[in-house]
């Protein structure tokens, strides 16, 4: 999946990380790398339920919550969005102190994605 991803072969990349999950279902980087494919083509629901079984395999995963806060951005839904980023920063410390702080910090990330 990590090859096809870099050669920018979104669709080969999310079937190889998909057969990975497939194959090790509590793999949460096979998890993780799903759907921040899924996020960068636009599918942010799928995104969104690939982030959130990396955070019930493994609930101290900052990047899951912010690539889920980044898809609820995509979709309009600020407020879990602003949860979402405030989990991440607690658990990464990156001191963010306003949710408008948090939903600057959510943009910026889902402009990396593009």
Do not use: W
């Not at 690939?50 to 889920?68: C, H, M, Q, S, W």
């Amino acid at each position: 999946g990590n090859l096809y991803k870099a050669l920018g072969d979104r669709a080969k990349a999310i079937a190889d990380f998909t057969q990975a999950i497939k194959f090790d279902p509590h793999n949460v980087e096979s998890y993780f790398n799903h759907g921040v494919l899924y996020a960068e083509i636009g599918e942010h629901p799928k995104a969104i339920a690939d982030y959130t079984l990396v955070i019930k395999i493994d609930p101290n995963f900052p990047e899951a919550y912010g690539g889920r806060g980044s898809s609820y951005l995509a979709l309009g839904d600020h407020k879990k969005a602003i949860e979402d980023a405030k989990k991440a920063c607690d658990l990464s410390e990156c001191g963010f102190i306003s949710d408008r702080e948090l939903l600057q910090f959510l943009r910026e990330n889902e402009q990396m994605l593009d």
